[in-house]
């Protein structure tokens, strides 16, 4: 467990990627330090409109600068006011949250399996592991979205030199389908090589991932999303079922949690 | 001028009157992470009951005006586990521990009272009378006058260390549960609780709380809390500890000046956990600014018209 | 498809179902400079009493966390000038125009009903039996349930037009004195008037009020709102008007579904005076999503869990 | 009595003037039209932190493009929040609000009293008058602030070519005093010229104003202050207490009341 801070930091660069995408960097904030992928950091947003936090996944650190990127669409309330941030704005963070993604032993594949917004703590976690040593051949990156529009940082895939499966719902970018057809195939067919699973995205699309888990036999880690009153595991408002019974806070013992362990 | 924020209750020594609220830092474990224990003048547990409690199903918690509704439904350890797991912990820490705790009957409150008021690390006990988001126990102590009272006697009798009641908002006239708290024989007073409220999304046309209902805090509540407040602190000879939407110094002082000795913080911990430390900066400024050496003499300084 | 937003509630047609909230629309003619009151379910006048009132002394309102605190303590031009001075601009409006009274004794609601419900621009009245501003009358009305009901009977005995009771939500349990007043013959119940609240100024440590509380309205609230309308709903079989921090249409359909026929807007006026024409399109823009043909249909049909 | 508009406009132009003293300029908005010297706008704020508009008085009009300006000063909460918007941002604007303030009579002098951000409406209705043909020698601009900072637009005052009487409490500007004192010399020694006055500024200053009007038989308006939760009337709250009894409304019957009218 990681120990956050909570401090104010500054919007300190801005991209409008497609659409309702933005990137933003806050600086400098002295959590990034213990930043690891799969973190989320928990943003104060005040507005008449929002009263809690919201929670973005770390997408990319800069330690010596002490900078922290994360990736956002525009859905509801608090990205709207989120995305009228402006340069130099300060900003409330607390963080960094939550576990992190374990790595994948070392004969194994890393299937990586993103949708929409769920791409920032994975691509994140595909760089650190590939910074890391670990063969970029030997990580599949599924990403899947509704159209084209939501493939984003595709540059920033290429770079890290993966395997790309780009999927989209209406076949606009890469495959047509939904991205867990295509991870279906790839382990209906893989032979006999061990994969381990990384996903994070929509409910239903990690609900079919934890699905082909359980089924194929392959182990890995969802990251699941909850409303998050406190993200520091006081509040026990954001808990998820767990297989066993009872309940887990997604803050605390999560975000990131094994296949077949949550009631999704 | 140093100003001193230190405050006796019932005779024990707080290093500064603010304290968490029950449900709102857990076991203090968490907040620890972000800074020692040791700033607050008391860590309250969430509410500890003679067996564990997972609670309600999600969602139990949603985002309202302000403020929030909650229906954890006193998810906890329960009192076997908190003992082992988390009094150990507890002792550890540099700040008085009150330990909030709520039963199903009378008995109930009388056993977790005998078996937590004597740990050394317990300071104080609060009885949770008036959870609302519990079927049975929780509200029908704190909106019964005599229920209240009934409640209060018997955990009294057991208890080894002063005893805090902990008030419902939830009625139509809050003195008549604080005098009948006081009547038991209650050391110290705290409201508010969370008032009962309801939220439904009109997407789905659900309630967005599996429990249907929930207890509204945060900002939106602080008005009603002191005017709550302010009412108990004429009715009964007990010190209060003021609770409800208190967000920084000012609201505080507001606290202090009708009456309050103390106040606690509850949901403002989940948007800014360490709103301790700037409320406690804060109030020294506040102090130093209006020449005043004792917290204590901004209690009870309110001029009424 | 287009949307029906038409409400027939105790025989009477309203083009829609936002009406105004007493006190909040004065007797109609601001409004009226912005835009045509037709455009309104109904207008509510503020609480007219048997004399005039100046209310009380300034400082009477200020600014709470998404709400506002007020102890006006009813201003209102006396029935007399009433009829006088505002009845001919009132006759003239092309919307539905419900009159609220308030009294200090059960005769005087009696003749306010008597003097107020034969006039030909008047459709409905409302009986004002919770605000928490004025010593006497006010909240002892429809804080105790035997009152409420004597004063409803009495009332409705000469009320020429339906009449609507209006609840406080200061109670323990609001489904009792919702209980009385339809026993004592209310067409229909209204909910809820403003809670009880306080704020103090820490410069001058006086009350931000003169009247030292004052009633608590605004988004704030609406959550208790809305649990204290759905309790209601639930125990009476009358229409039910909700009440409380509506700012909108999505909190207007959240009160549609747990059963309210229609809805007040109040503190919202404020700082939004075109909030009811916004809504209307907004529930006019919701309903074609969801497919609903009528407005009604919304009425009740929350999924509890 | 106007009509008020409730409309969004945007923030066209923002000049920070000395210290913590802004214009704003905003538009299009149709209110402009009926506006008059004295009356205000309600401006809404979405913030946490706070709740009601905010009334501010405009303070010059630009009927060709639909622009109004307001002058304000950062004081508290609702003003800081003003001070962070950005140009372009949208605003809703209600107004105009209020009633406006008389013409002097022909043979009168018009004793214009500001006091710090008591400047704005004046300033309108002293460029009125001159537009409108009054000489503007007969005009007597009294200014008076804490210290020069705080006298702010002396440009724009002297393009009226009015009488300028500038004091300030530190002496750092014009003369040093309190501008009421400025006031009453000129009253007393004033002769037998007919005087009417027109203030606005802080609570004492129009106390003073309002006493010197009475004890000097002067004629004139004050423009008041009150907290406004509607600013159009209806919810009773932003009263004063009249000398003959019973109240009045600052946003309706004023912000305009005459000298010996309101008990200050
Ligand atoms: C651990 C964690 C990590 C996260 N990381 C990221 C991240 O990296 N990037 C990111 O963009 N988000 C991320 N989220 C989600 C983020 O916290 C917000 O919940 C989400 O962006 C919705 O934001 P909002 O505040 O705008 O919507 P809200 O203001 O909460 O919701 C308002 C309305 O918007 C609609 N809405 C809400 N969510 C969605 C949705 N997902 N799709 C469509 N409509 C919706 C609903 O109608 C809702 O009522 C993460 C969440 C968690 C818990
Ligand atoms: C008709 C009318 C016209 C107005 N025109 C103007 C105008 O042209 N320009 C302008 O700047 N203002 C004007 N005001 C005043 C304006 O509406 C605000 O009330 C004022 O600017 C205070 O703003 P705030 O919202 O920042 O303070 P608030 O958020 O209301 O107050 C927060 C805190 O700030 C402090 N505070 C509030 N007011 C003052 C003050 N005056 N001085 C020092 N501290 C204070 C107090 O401690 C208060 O508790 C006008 C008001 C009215 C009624
Ligand atoms: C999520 C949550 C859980 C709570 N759990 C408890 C509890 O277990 N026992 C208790 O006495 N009060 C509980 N409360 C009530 C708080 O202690 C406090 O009385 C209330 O929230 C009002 O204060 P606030 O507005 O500062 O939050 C809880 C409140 C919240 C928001
Ligand atoms: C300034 C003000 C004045 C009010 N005056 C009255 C009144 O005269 N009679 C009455 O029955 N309710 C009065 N109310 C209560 C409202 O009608 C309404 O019940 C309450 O404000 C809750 O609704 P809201 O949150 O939409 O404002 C008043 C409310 C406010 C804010
Ligand atoms: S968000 Fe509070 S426990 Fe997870
Ligand atoms: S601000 Fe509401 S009546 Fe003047």
New binding site residues.
């Given amino acids: 467990m990681t120990k956050p801070v909570c401090a104010d930091a500054f919007l300190i660069r801005q991209r409008n990627l497609k659409n309702d995408y933005y990137s933003y960097t806050f600086g400098p904030f002295p959590g990034v330090e213990q930043c690891r992928p799969g973190n989320f950091v928990h943003l104060r947003l005040p507005s008449s409109d929002v009263y809690f936090r919201r929670a973005m996944s770390v997408t990319s650190v800069d330690k010596k600068n002490r900078e922290l990127e994360i990736l956002f669409r525009v859905v509801g309330r608090g990205t709207s006011i989120l995305a009228r941030y402006q340069k130099n704005d300060p900003i409330g963070i607390l963080g960094p949250l939550g576990n992190s993604f374990s790595k994948p032993r070392k004969k194994e594949i890393a299937a990586i399996v993103a949708g929409g917004v769920g791409f920032p703590p994975l691509a994140y976690f595909a760089e650190h592991l590939v910074n890391g040593g670990f063969d970029p051949k030997r990580i599949l990156f599924f990403y899947g979205g509704k159209s084209a529009s939501d493939i984003i940082e595709r540059g920033r895939i290429k770079k890290m030199g993966v395997r790309f499966h780009p999927m989209t719902d209406d076949g606009s970018f890469g495959r047509k389908g939904l991205i867990t057809q295509g991870v279906e195939e790839f382990l209906r067919d893989g032979g006999n090589q061990r994969v381990r699973m990384y996903a994070c995205g929509p409910e239903a699309m990690l609900r079919a991932v934890d699905d082909l888990g359980l089924k194929y036999r392959v182990p890995g880690e969802l990251s699941l999303e909850a409303p998050m009153?406190c993200g520091i595991g006081v509040?026990?408002?954001c808990i998820v079922t767990l297989r066993k019974g009872g309940y887990a806070r997604v803050c605390h013992e999560g975000p990131v949690f094994k296949i077949g362990e949550v009631l999704l | 001028m140093k100003p001193d924020l230190k405050v006796t209750i019932a005779g024990v020594d707080f290093a500064n009157p603010i304290m968490t609220?029950?449900?709102?830092s857990g076991y203090g474990e968490e907040l620890s992470g972000l800074y020692p224990l040791s700033k607050l003048g008391a860590l309250l547990t969430?509410?500890i009951t003679p067996e564990p409690r997972e609670g309600h199903p999600p969602p139990r918690?949603a985002e309202t005006a302000s403020g929030?509704l909650?229906a954890?439904g006193?998810a906890n350890v329960g009192v076997d586990r908190f003992i082992e797991e988390k009094v150990p912990f507890l002792r550890k820490q540099k700040t008085k521990i009150i330990v909030?705790v709520?039963g199903r009957t009378v008995d109930e409150y009388v056993t977790l009272c005998d078996r937590l008021s004597g740990l050394d690390c317990v300071d104080m006990i609060?009885l949770?009378l008036g959870?609302p988001n519990v079927d049975e126990g929780g509200m029908q102590f704190g909106s019964d006058p005599a229920m209240t009272e009934r409640t209060v006697r018997e955990a009294k009798q057991v208890c080894r260390c002063p005893l805090i009641a902990?008030l419902t908002p939830n009625v139509t006239d809050i003195t008549a549960t604080a005098r009948a708290a006081e009547q038991g024989g209650a050391d110290v007073l705290s409201l508010?609780?969370?008032l009962v409220g309801m939220a439904v999304d009109v997407q789905t046309w659900r309630p967005v709380l599996t429990y249907n209902r929930g207890?509204l805090?945060?900002p939106a509540?602080k008005p009603v809390?002191l005017a709550q407040v302010d009412a108990v602190c004429n009715a009964v000879n007990l010190p209060v500890i003021g609770?409800?939407?208190?967000a920084d110094f000012r609201d505080v002082v507001e606290f202090l000046l009708v009456g309050a000795s103390a106040v606690?913080?509850?949901?403002?911990l989940f948007v800014e956990p360490d709103a301790p430390l700037k409320i406690v900066n804060g109030l020294k400024q506040y102090m130093k600014e209006k020449n005043i050496s004792q917290v204590s003499d901004l209690v009870g300084r309110v001029r009424k018209y």
Avoid: D, F, W
Wanted: with cysteine; proline share 3%.
């Fill in positions: 009153p509040c026990l408002g | 609220a029950s449900g709102c969430k509410t918690t929030m909650n954890i006193l909030n709520g609060e949770n959870c902990k508010i609780n969370s207890g805090t945060g509540i809390a609770i409800g939407g208190i606690q913080i509850g949901t403002t």
